[in-house]
């Protein structure tokens, strides 16, 4: 999403420029050039964006960098996830990230288009090892890994599917590119005043994990392999 590239354009001062038809962002970090971009919400978008980027440059490799949400009510909101495995939960399909800079990988991410707040469904998943939740990365993981490129991840959690925070209703108040629908979200304040506290809470937890995301990836791949991108 768009919020979660802030911080990677404001703390490697990338510049926006547009590459066959892709807007993407361009700078250098110790050398290295960087080259970020948006993928949009889902395991469509995000395969569809980076095959578009892949096609469109030469690519080292791939850092996938936000947020994620926790399958329990322990872990604090700002923790880095570092994966040991990737599951597609449409597919099954599993995917081995690619170790980057000093965090001990641990736990698996799940990869969902679909909203999980089951308690018996995550209740399962917890149990098979699951720490977090999110819409894109094992689509990205399955375009690296048919291509043969390196990836990692970086994401932060910013929300618990367990406590309530987040419902559909909250879900479709951000279009499929990241932004949000400002009459939804105007019509869904009308509705229920009472939850625009719980939404500026999670708009500061949010900042907060794609902050950390940003800095702990940008850390990894400082100490990490030389590439060109």
Do not use: N
Not at 38 to 61: F, K, N, Q, S, W
Not at 135 to 152: F, K
Not at 174 to 195: L, N, Q
Request: charged residues 25%; negative net charge; aromatic residues 4%.
């Amino acid at each position: 999403m768009p919020m979660e590239l802030a911080p990677l354009k404001r703390k490697l001062a990338l510049t926006k420029t547009r590459i066959a038809s892709l807007d993407v962002h361009q700078g250098w970090l110790d050398g290295r050039s960087v080259v970020a971009i948006v993928t949009g919400m889902g395991t469509a978008l995000a395969a569809e964006h980076l095959v578009r980027l892949l096609d469109a440059m030469d690519i080292d490799r791939v850092v996938v960098v936000g947020i994620t949400g926790a399958v329990d009510d322990e872990t604090a909101i700002g923790t880095l996830i570092l994966p040991e495995r990737v599951v597609d939960g449409a597919s099954g399909a599993q995917y081995r990230p690619d170790r980057l800079g000093q965090g001990a990988p641990r736990g698996t991410m799940w990869t969902s288009d679909g909203l999980i707040t089951d308690p018996a469904v995550i209740a399962e998943l917890r149990s098979d090892g699951v720490v977090s939740l999110d819409m894109e990365t094992a689509a990205i993981a399955g375009v690296c890994e048919h291509r043969g490129i390196p990836w990692s991840v970086f994401r932060c959690i910013s929300d618990r599917a367990t406590d309530g925070s987040v419902d559909e209703e909250l879900f479709g108040l951000s279009r499929p590119d990241g932004t949000p629908d400002a009459k939804a979200v105007v019509a869904h304040v009308a509705r229920h005043p009472g939850r625009i506290p719980g939404l500026f809470r999670m708009a500061r937890q949010a900042k907060l994990a794609t902050e950390l995301a940003a800095a702990s990836a940008i850390e990894a791949v400082a100490d990490g392999p030389q590439g060109r991108r």
